[in-house]
């Protein structure tokens, strides 16, 4: 674990904050476990290409929004944002921050959101600045944007909730905060008429209208000594399978919650820090070594675990209808059988790490790397 992080410790409001350097000195080291060679013969039959564009290199926490308009909106380091259609990548709308962005951008297709270096919450309206708003707290979760409204998550779990037309603060949620918390990023997602955040190792159901809590759920239960290793704070993505929710727990366990009951279902222990793929049959994640493990989204029993990828420092994955995608810190998208772990094909981008978890839209699939190259695929 302590390979793989900035143990920096720093206040956020009342609370402790463990940084973690999602970033790119998580790829840059040089330290650590060689990378498992790649397998040989997998060509890459059954991934394509379809488009390819650029952002600004990705110096920040990158998440990329696919929107119901049928486009894929990402935001660079230098704070341009733009949105582009998911079948050709032509370029719908571009905007100018005007400042370096420190976590990445959420949209509904109109609206989208941003928080600066400088501690700023951007809108844009197609791609026009439409206001900011200075934030009390840092961010390092990309905001989302829905119904009209742009929610903030801050690295100390509070909430806010934001006009999206004209900026008003609608609402903040404070929880008794948990002694450390992470400042990569975190979980904040739409569930029906529900806004489900992370706070600590709990799953929270909030109603996005006036900001007070409807459930909780816990996905880990932490343990150990001290404060640090009692650090289980829920990382994204989140993954949604009709009304069942599964995340992970930092370096804890993975479980899923049903959304409905605002229940747990099951979590296991394992380590682990980036988020989780599902399917309607299971869930995906990988853990610190770069194993690939798939449990029952039913129980959570264990179905497979994949080793031919360790140490190649990999992102969250992403499910599809062929399999799991994965990309690797030297911009390699992998994909695995779901039923096996097998790989099955292997698609190079352009030598730097793939720097989020893959996105889907419209059967399109968007790679985005730490050296600002989008590349959209197809699983044929």
């Known amino acids: 674990m302590k390979a793989r992080l900035n143990t920096l410790l720093r206040p956020a409001a009342a609370a402790l904050v463990l940084a973690v350097l999602s970033g790119c ?20 039959a059954g991934l394509r290409q379809v488009w390819q564009a650029r952002v600004d290199g990705v110096q920040f926490p990158l998440s990329v929004a696919a929107t119901a308009s049928r486009s894929f909106v990402v935001a660079g380091s230098d704070g341009a944002v733009q949105a582009l259609a998911a079948d050709t990548g032509a370029l ?15 949209s509904d297709g109109r609206f989208a959101a941003v928080v600066t270096r400088n501690n700023e919450l951007v809108v844009l309206d197609a791609g026009k600045p439409l206001w900011r708003k200075a934030l009390n707290s840092t961010v390092s ?27 008003r603060r609608l609402w903040d949620l404070r929880r008794p905060g948990d002694p450390l918390t992470l400042s990569q990023p975190g979980v904040i997602a739409a569930y029906k008429d529900t806004l489900v955040v992370g706070q600590g190792a709990r799953l929270a159901g909030v109603d996005p209208l ?46 899923c919650v049903n959304a409905e009951r605002g229940a747990a279902q099951w979590s296991r222990n394992t380590g682990g820090t980036r988020g989780v793929a599902a399917d309607v049959r299971q869930v995906y ?46 911009g390699y998208v992998h994909l695995l059988a779901a039923d096996s ?40």
């Open 25 to 44: 000195s998580l790829f840059n080291s040089s330290s650590g476990p060689k990378p498992a060679a790649l397998e040989a013969q997998v060509s890459s």
């Open 92 to 106: 719908l709308w571009r905007g100018e921050v005007g400042a370096k962005l420190a976590a990445g951008v959420g």
């Open 141 to 167: 979760t990309a905001p989302l944007v829905a119904g009209e409204r742009v929610f903030v998550l801050t690295v100390d779990r509070q909430v806010q909730a934001f006009d999206a037309a004209d900026g």
């Open 210 to 255: 006036r900001g007070t809590l409807r459930w909780e759920a816990n996905v880990a239960t932490p343990r150990g000594t001290n404060e640090v290793e009692r650090l289980a704070d829920l990382v994204g993505p989140l993954a949604r399978v009709g009304d069942t929710l599964c995340a992970r727990a930092f370096q804890s366990a993975v479980g």
């Open 285 to 330: 994640g990988v853990d610190a070594s770069d194993r690939i493990t798939a449990w029952k989204i039913a129980n959570g029993d264990i179905v497979w675990s994949a080793e031919q990828l360790t140490n190649r420092r990999l992102s969250a994955p992403l499910a599809t209808a062929r399999g799991l995608l994965v990309g690797d810190l030297e």
């Open 341 to 380: 772990g097998k790989t099955l094909a292997r698609l190079p981008t352009d030598g730097s790490p793939v720097a989020a978890a893959p996105v889907q839209l419209d059967g399109v699939v968007l790679v985005a790397t730490r050296n600002g190259g989008l590349f959209a695929l197809r699983t044929d």
